[in-house]
Each structure stands twice: as C-alpha cells, then as structure tokens.
C-alpha cells in the first residue's frame, strides 16, 4: 500500500467533474433501498453537482470521496461525511454516509 488512501481492492480520492454520470447511476440504487426519498434529478443536475464537488475544499471534517476499484479505476460508490458539530460545540458529532453501488462487492453476494 502506498497511501492511506489506496487499499489493496479500492481508492478514495476526489470526485471528478467527469464523474457525474456514475453519481447518477448511484442514484437509482440509493431510491431502491427506500430509506431516502430524493426528487429526480437532470443529468445536468448531477453534471453540476460533481463540477461543484470537484472545485470545493474540505474543512476537515465534511467531505465526499469517491470509490474507486484499482484493477478497473471504476467508481464503485462514495464516502462522506456531513453536517459536523465539531467547530461549533466542540464535540464530534457528525452524520456520515457510504454507498457502494457495484452489487457484486456488496457482502452476501
């Protein structure tokens, strides 16, 4: 391993503008759980977003990453981290999100 970021099967790194369309094929897997309910999305839509996403900066604790497989350099899915207190109580309280798109990484499978 060369990077704490790079793993034997998968890599997070930054999400890509030319990336949106593989966000996009992930919404349609996150409306199947049924735990989230999202309007429909333009692809336009998705296009901007991964644009906004791929010039923003972290402040350390929210983020969105991208998976990615290293045999193929496929997305897979996404990490995050949202809505964290930390700057403004103090504590770490955060609320965090994982996707893996690709059902045949999914366990069970």
């Known amino acids: 391993m060369t990077s ?13 503008p030319d990336n949106w ?3 996009m ?3 349609v897997d996150e409306e199947r759980l049924g735990d989230l309910l999202q309007p429909p999305r333009s692809a336009e839509g998705f296009h901007t977003w ?9 402040d350390g604790d929210c983020f969105v990453l991208a998976i990615e497989a290293v045999g193929t350099g496929k997305i897979v899915g996404s990490i995050g981290s949202h809505h964290s207190d ?7 309280t955060a609320s965090r999100s994982a996707l893996i798109s690709n059902k045949a990484a999914w366990p069970g499978r």
């Open 86 to 92: 930390r700057v403004r109580t103090g504590s770490s």
């Open 50 to 58: 991964a644009k906004e996403q791929a010039a923003a900066t972290s």
């Open 4 to 16: 704490l970021w790079t793993g034997r099967r998968v890599r997070l790194r930054g999400i890509e």
């Open 21 to 23: 369309s593989a966000f």
């Open 25 to 27: 094929r992930f919404a």
